[in-house]
């Protein structure tokens, strides 16, 4: 709605994981640069963890892009699976051929190690990557640390990396997973932007949708929106495209202090801080403005002068009964519909006899 407006190609706050739009900071850089490790250090699990919206799907997305070429990718972003569900599907996702009737935990195990063991021969590793992972059960966990126990004198013949929010780093914890917990090789927390890296991450997105005119945000609300969003990506994305709007309908050239104030009252409005109640939101705004305009091009017709006709004076007089009986008839179609008393009805004939006779 707005890009037009702004001169945009497109809108340059989705949320859409769209790699145009990628921005590493430094923290994103160290987390890739982790994973990157965990692959090449000889298997065991990789540990990411981060807040909800920090970038930890983005830096996987990357991190998939740049994995040496003789590593075989498995990616399974809903875990919340049983045991079998999730054997078969890393079966699925390692395209591994199982025998007809194979349908058990033991079966699946089979299968995996054949596989592990067969591609290790020709040369390759094996990487599975579990998005999500703080929904995975204990005894799931557990299954995934078993798998791991195949190996050779030199690597284990299956790399793990989990990423979830941070109640993974506490499942973890648990002395019930503490062999798992041994087992990770690499770990790596992905904290929010800083003030300077949020100012940077809206001027990228704004140069990647095409912004070559004047920035609608001015530096002097790059902290106010730091602080709003927490320095969170995925809520500086909700902010700013609900800011831009927020320009667009008051026809501002530049995003105020007072629309990002309303935009967050907006987006935010989830976590207990009040939602500006003067006037409508600017999604019910914009499509008033449509409305309005329609409204206002129908009025404009129908008060639009036309030539006046010249009635004869004859037809004039002749009109004057016909007036009368139609007065009289829709005042008795009235008080009959609304259901009136008889008395009425009988005044309100006597009456229409009276202007009938008078005319």
């Given at each position: 709605m707005y890009t037009h407006y702004f001169q945009l190609k497109q809108s340059p706050f989705s949320i859409a994981p769209d790699p145009r739009y990628l921005f590493m900071s430094e923290?994103?850089?160290?987390?890739?640069?982790?994973?990157?490790?965990?692959?090449?250090s000889?298997?065991?699990?990789?540990?990411?963890?981060?807040?909800?919206?920090?970038?930890?799907?983005?830096?996987?997305?990357?991190?998939m892009e740049q994995i040496p070429?003789?590593?075989?990718?498995a990616y399974i972003f809903n875990p919340k699976l049983s045991v079998e569900e999730l054997l078969l599907s890393i079966c699925e996702e390692f395209r591994i051929a199982l025998a007809p009737g194979v349908a058990s935990v033991k079966g699946y195990v089979d299968a995996i190690n054949a596989h592990l063991l067969a591609s290790h021969a020709q040369g390759r590793n094996n990487v599975l990557i579990i998005d999500e992972a703080q929904n995975l059960s204990a005894a799931v966990l557990e299954q995934l640390r078993l798998l791991t126990n195949l190996e050779t004198s030199e690597r284990k013949l299956l790399q793990i990396i989990l990423i979830g929010q941070p109640e993974l780093r506490a499942m973890l914890a648990r002395p019930e997973l503490e062999q798992l917990a041994q087992r990770v090789i690499a770990r790596y927390h992905l904290g929010s932007l800083t003030a300077d890296e949020t100012a940077s991450y809206i001027r990228h997105r704004l140069a990647v949708a095409g912004c070559t005119a004047q920035t609608p945000f001015a530096p002097r609300l790059m902290a106010h929106i730091h602080a709003m969003s927490h320095g969170v990506p995925r809520r500086i994305n909700l902010l700013c495209d609900r800011a831009l709007l927020g320009a667009y309908v008051e026809n501002q050239p530049q995003v105020t202090r007072q629309i990002l104030r309303r935009a967050a009252e907006e987006v935010f409005a989830e976590e207990g801080k009040p939602v500006a109640g003067r006037g409508l939101r600017w999604p019910q705004v914009a499509g008033g403005v449509l409305a309005g305009a329609m409204v206002t091009a129908a009025l404009a017709w129908h008060f639009m002068p036309r030539s006046p006709a010249v009635p004869a004076a004859p037809a004039v007089a002749a009109s004057v009964p016909a007036s009368a009986s139609a007065v009289?008839?829709?005042?008795?179609?009235?008080?009959?519909s609304a259901s009136a008393s008889a008395s009425a009805s009988a005044s309100a004939s006597a009456s229409a006899s009276a202007s009938a006779s008078a005319a």
């Amino acid at each position: 709605m707005y890009t037009h407006y702004f001169q945009l190609k497109q809108s340059p706050f989705s949320i859409a994981p769209d790699p145009r739009y990628l921005f590493m900071s430094e923290r994103h850089r160290e987390a890739l640069a982790h994973l990157l490790y965990g692959v090449g250090s000889g298997g065991g699990f990789v540990l990411l963890t981060g807040e909800i919206g920090a970038g930890k799907t983005t830096v996987c997305r990357c991190f998939m892009e740049q994995i040496p070429e003789n590593c075989q990718l498995a990616y399974i972003f809903n875990p919340k699976l049983s045991v079998e569900e999730l054997l078969l599907s890393i079966c699925e996702e390692f395209r591994i051929a199982l025998a007809p009737g194979v349908a058990s935990v033991k079966g699946y195990v089979d299968a995996i190690n054949a596989h592990l063991l067969a591609s290790h021969a020709q040369g390759r590793n094996n990487v599975l990557i579990i998005d999500e992972a703080q929904n995975l059960s204990a005894a799931v966990l557990e299954q995934l640390r078993l798998l791991t126990n195949l190996e050779t004198s030199e690597r284990k013949l299956l790399q793990i990396i989990l990423i979830g929010q941070p109640e993974l780093r506490a499942m973890l914890a648990r002395p019930e997973l503490e062999q798992l917990a041994q087992r990770v090789i690499a770990r790596y927390h992905l904290g929010s932007l800083t003030a300077d890296e949020t100012a940077s991450y809206i001027r990228h997105r704004l140069a990647v949708a095409g912004c070559t005119a004047q920035t609608p945000f001015a530096p002097r609300l790059m902290a106010h929106i730091h602080a709003m969003s927490h320095g969170v990506p995925r809520r500086i994305n909700l902010l700013c495209d609900r800011a831009l709007l927020g320009a667009y309908v008051e026809n501002q050239p530049q995003v105020t202090r007072q629309i990002l104030r309303r935009a967050a009252e907006e987006v935010f409005a989830e976590e207990g801080k009040p939602v500006a109640g003067r006037g409508l939101r600017w999604p019910q705004v914009a499509g008033g403005v449509l409305a309005g305009a329609m409204v206002t091009a129908a009025l404009a017709w129908h008060f639009m002068p036309r030539s006046p006709a010249v009635p004869a004076a004859p037809a004039v007089a002749a009109s004057v009964p016909a007036s009368a009986s139609a007065v009289a008839a829709a005042a008795a179609s009235a008080s009959a519909s609304a259901s009136a008393s008889a008395s009425a009805s009988a005044s309100a004939s006597a009456s229409a006899s009276a202007s009938a006779s008078a005319a």
